[in-house]
């Protein structure tokens, strides 16, 4: 269900005085990507004051909004939820799917994952309501720091620890990042990435020979795992979210 109108504190302005692009307003009620309100927009699903939106359009304090014929708003603290995602749940909005994040959290409201974890790992996942949130956290040239303990099929040794830190050539064209890592047992160690390859640290372990057995993400930028019990879920504390605010300059 889409935030209804109505729904935010009175007397907070929401927009500036030039106005939004219709993409982002849609993106920050928690609807949907930018990218996905845009198709919304072409398919015709948008109006604004019951007229049908274009692309490019901007909403102003005044207008009204509808997809699908339902009112929305722009939310006016967003929801940001810290997740201990099991292993076998996908990163996916996606009904068809049985094991989907969103039906197995069950929040009254729309969200969605901030990045992804694939459905064979574990650990902290953010989700919220607003899309511009999501992609700057996501966002690359940000170099925002993502923590996983992992353990591997065999004993790691110095030289697969020097490895993993100086770059390793996981595509074509790609080497990853030099990053920090850690032994922490004969077969666990903690690594801190500052990108986000698909399926990055398995295919780095496999350049050097090794099988991921178990991968848990633990902190994205400030916010921490910690002690949350696996397939539940919290709201970031305040201090979490002014910390997390001034690392991304909101």
């Known amino acids: 269900m889409y935030p ?4 935010h504190r009175q007397g907070v302005k929401l927009l500036s005085d030039d106005g939004v692009r219709l993409n982002k307003f849609i993106s920050e009620a928690g609807v949907a990507s930018r990218r996905a309100a845009d ?3 072409e398919e015709g699903r948008v109006t604004i004051n019951g007229k049908p939106a274009v692309l490019g359009d901007r909403v102003f304090e005044e207008d009204t909004v509808a997809v699908d014929g339902k009112i929305i708003e722009k939310e006016v603290e967003d929801i940001i939820l810290v997740f201990n995602k099991p292993r076998g749940i996908t990163c996916t909005s996606n009904p068809e799917d049985k094991d989907n994040v969103i039906d197995y959290i069950g929040y009254p409201k729309r969200i969605y994952s901030i990045g992804r974890l694939d459905k064979d790992s574990q650990g902290l996942l953010l989700m919220t309501n607003n899309g511009e949130l999501a992609n700057q956290i996501m966002r ?3 170099e925002h720091e993502k923590e996983y303990i992992v353990t591997v ?8 620890i020097r490895g993993m830190a100086g770059g390793v050539p996981i595509l074509e064209d790609r080497i990853t990042k030099k990053c920090f890592v850690e032994k922490m047992d004969d077969r666990t160690f903690r690594i801190i990435l500052k990108q986000g390859l698909n399926r990055q640290i398995r295919r780095m372990c496999e350049y050097f020979g090794y099988d991921v057995q178990r991968l848990q993400r633990v902190r994205v930028m400030n916010i921490e795992l910690g002690n949350l019990k696996e397939g539940r879920y919290r709201n970031i504390s305040k201090s979490e ?3 997390l605010y001034r690392l991304l300059k909101l």
């Open 4 to 7: 209804v109108r109505g729904s």
């Open 39 to 41: 198709k919304f927009i």
């Open 140 to 142: 690359s040239r940000g």
């Open 153 to 160: 099929d065999k004993p790691v040794d110095d030289a697969f």
């Open 241 to 243: 979210r002014e910390e």
